[in-house]
T-cell receptor, first 113, second 115 residues
């Protein structure tokens, strides 16, 4: 079955710097790759996603890139702010019915003022 | 705006008790999921349901069962709670994906402590 690895497990950056989190997946049938942000004590919330027919997607300070050949996708956060501090989860999904999801183990991002 | 609610934010139960966790969504989503979240292990799928009365085992179904009698409601049942089931339980829902969106929307979570 699908396996999603995520690195690093923890990441500390200075405010204003960029942060990059990388995920790799194993099943070439995966076609949807969301990223979720979970602030302390809150529910995971979708921040950006990308489908397999797209190589890059950007939303303000957040971008996701996908390399299907290498089976990896990355989250890029620019100009980090303290409110970006959270745990970030990547996921890979295959099939057309939204039922097949595997999440990565998460990355704890700390943005230091 | 999608709303997913869970019946309790915190629960304390004793070993051997039967525990019910309930999840309700108001967006007519076909898919509903139960995850368990433990530090360093991410979100692990316990069960999911793609329609009323339909269910599929996830990665860690042992010790759990589920019920979906109505489309908006998905219940997780711990038949006989054990201390290793102490965890955060998250419910999620999504459309089938045929419409184009497979985004999962999560509930606030239930933190369960089994003594």
């Amino acid at each position: 079955g699908e396996n999603v690895e995520q690195h690093p497990s923890t990441l500390s950056v200075q405010e204003g710097d960029s942060a990059v989190i990388k995920c790799t997946y194993s099943d070439s049938a995966s076609n949807y790759f969301p990223w979720y942000k979970q602030e302390l004590g809150k529910r995971p919330q979708l921040i950006i996603d990308i489908r397999s027919n797209v190589g890059e997607k950007k939303d303000q300070r957040i971008a996701v890139t996908l390399n299907k050949t290498a089976k990896h996708f990355s989250l890029h956060i620019t100009e980090t702010q303290p409110e970006d501090s959270a745990v970030y989860f990547c996921a890979a999904s295959w099939g057309n019915y939204g039922q097949n999801f595997v999440f990565g183990p998460g990355t704890r991002l700390s943005v230091l003022p | 705006d999608v709303k997913v609610t869970q019946s309790s934010r915190y629960l304390v139960k004793r070993t051997g008790e039967k525990v019910f966790l309930e999840c309700v969504q108001d967006m007519d989503h076909e898919n509903m999921f139960w995850y368990r979240q433990d530090p360093g292990l991410g979100l692990r799928l316990i069960y999911f349901s793609y329609d009323v009365k339909m269910k599929e085992k996830g990665d860690i179904p042992e010790g759990y069962s589920v019920s979906r009698e109505k489309k908006e409601r998905f219940s997780l049942i711990l038949e006989s709670a054990s201390t290793n089931q102490t965890s955060m339980y998250l419910c999620a829902s999504s459309l089938t994906g045929v419409s184009g969106s497979k985004t999962q929307y999560f509930g606030p979570g239930t933190r369960l402590l089994v003594l």
